[in-house]
């Protein structure tokens, strides 16, 4: 009896009126009444730019996403161009606050090659003997457990943070493949394989090469991979992983304590999970919807889905829509171009065709079901989910691979929170509570 009456009273005495945000003016997940962010810092790290403001109105705009200055599909469309790998690029951008020069970046990545290995009996003590379900929480938890393999982790030097971002960059990917292996054993009964590292190669080889029972993977494949690892790498302040990465490192706590809450914050299905979701409702349309190419039936479809009629009942269509962008969203525009090329004469080109399909439809049928004329355009986890799917990436490794890659952007804010917060992070909570008087314990009734 006693933990049912404290079942019910998680929700009964958690729950506060939507009344009292209105009253006290509480702008809710810090966000104004227009959707945009309450302004809550200043960053030289990304602009995430989605719209324009006039004489006080949100006005719609295409989407574009700024690492240091320059442009992601700059940066993207030169790394393309010369066939080259970019990610590391993109961290020593990130960290670095400018491009590195040739000498610099093949140095630089060889000191990310050379930080991969785990420390000595790291996998079988912090991995393999205390295995989950969910490969995220093993993220964070090994993350954690660097701390004690660490002779100073609270050192908070120049050097000390940079050397630890960038053994946390070079092993994040390591340990996501290790704790994805150790899951298949435990909890799958499947054959673990671990292979070992090949000093050399660029970030995408790794996980592809480590990945893979073969080891075997084309080169275009390892450049899809890497075009995905850029486009998560940053995506400003105000994302919930980055905020949650300064939050903690204004209180002046760890680096290994800020980033393994930037994982957590991302674990969330709010946050870094929405490519499942995508193809889960990519899944509900194909076992619905005959013909793929029949706009009036994906319509028809889709509006149920709007209705909670339909789907998961959520009644949101995947993929479609953005806190920040309206017209487009880079990376969305970008990864569609590529994913279309891998797509094409493969057995994957239907579903590609589907999701173009999904992402033109959807703003007409949105209009008709909310009567709404807001913006919507397709957000990154539509295709990215795809994309992973088409490269054989098992989807327990889509959100671990998010994290992978955005490794790079919490640890240039912390670097900037560090030396720009000063001060803790502190918002302020209105109290609703009453005073009570105390009642004696054998005066008190249920």
């Not at 905020?243 to 957590?264: H, I, K, Q």
């Amino acid at each position: 009896m006693l933990k049912e009456s404290m079942y019910a009273a998680f929700e009964k005495n958690n729950n506060i009126s939507s009344e009292y945000m209105e009253r006290y003016g509480v702008k809710r997940g810090l966000r104004n009444s227009d959707g945009t962010g309450v302004m809550a810092g200043i960053t030289n790290i990304c602009n995430v730019h989605g719209y324009v403001v006039d004489d006080g109105e949100k006005q719609p705009a295409e989407g574009r996403l700024i690492f240091r200055g320059y442009s992601i599909n700059d940066l993207i469309e030169r790394v393309m161009s010369q066939d080259r790998f970019g990610y590391e690029e993109i961290v020593f951008l990130l960290l670095s606050g400018r491009l590195p020069d040739k000498d610099e970046l093949y140095e630089f990545s060889t000191i990310l090659s050379e930080n991969r290995a785990l420390p000595g009996t790291f996998f079988e003590d912090m991995i393999l003997k205390a295995p989950s379900r969910d490969i995220m929480n093993k993220m964070a938890r090994s993350i954690l457990a660097l701390y004690s393999f660490d002779p100073v982790p609270e050192s908070g030097t120049a050097e000390h943070e940079v050397d630890t971002a960038i053994s946390l960059i070079a092993k994040i990917p390591v340990i996501m493949i290790c704790a994805y292996e150790a899951k298949k054993r435990f909890y799958c009964g499947e054959t673990m394989i671990l292979h070992p590292l090949i000093k050399g190669q660029s970030t995408s080889e790794n996980i592809l090469s480590t990945l893979r029972a073969d080891r075997k993977f084309t080169h275009d494949e390892a450049k899809l991979l890497d075009l995905m690892l850029m486009l998560h790498a940053e995506h400003g302040g105000g994302n919930n992983s980055s905020f949650s990465c300064r939050v903690l490192t204004s209180s002046g706590t760890d680096p290994y304590s800020a980033y393994a809450a930037a994982v957590g914050s991302l674990k969330g299905p709010r946050h870094g999970g929405a490519n499942h979701k995508v193809l889960e409702m990519q899944e509900f349309i194909k076992a619905n919807v005959r013909n793929w190419d029949d706009d009036k039936e994906l319509s028809a479809y889709l509006r149920k889905i709007l209705k909670k009629e339909a789907g998961d009942g959520s009644g949101l269509i995947y993929g479609m829509g953005h806190a920040v962008y309206t017209l487009s969203d880079p990376r969305a525009v970008i990864l569609k171009k590529y994913a279309g090329k891998m797509a094409k004469g493969t057995e994957f080109e239907k579903e590609f065709h589907l999701l173009e399909s999904i992402e033109r439809l959807t703003p007409e049928v949105f209009r008709e079901v909310r009567h709404s004329d807001k913006a919507m355009c397709a957000n990154i986890d539509m295709y990215s989910g795809f994309v992973y799917k088409m490269l054989g990436i098992p989807q327990e490794l889509f959100t671990p691979l998010f994290a992978v890659s955005r490794m790079a952007g919490w640890c240039a804010h912390r670097f900037e929170e560090i030396n720009s917060g000063k001060r803790i992070i502190r918002p302020a909570y209105k109290s609703i509570s009453k005073e009570k008087e105390y009642i004696d314990l054998e005066e008190r009734e249920l």
